[in-house]
């Protein structure tokens, strides 16, 4: 079932963990967040995710980026 938008935004802290849990040296693009977050029944445009994104100040993915 689709959660809704509201429900994301009560709880986009914790939907955004899967940034927080990413490999760094693979961190993900905000399209594959926005694929991950549709799959658990989310669904955001990718401009959406990058403006979630930065209101939890998480940085973009070339920022995320660590060499292993």
Known sequence: HTRSVSAFLQNRSSDLAIV?????????SDAAIAETLAAEGIRLARRTVAKYREMEGIAPKSERKRSS
């Open 20 to 28: 927080r849990a990413e490999d760094s040296s693979h961190p993900l």
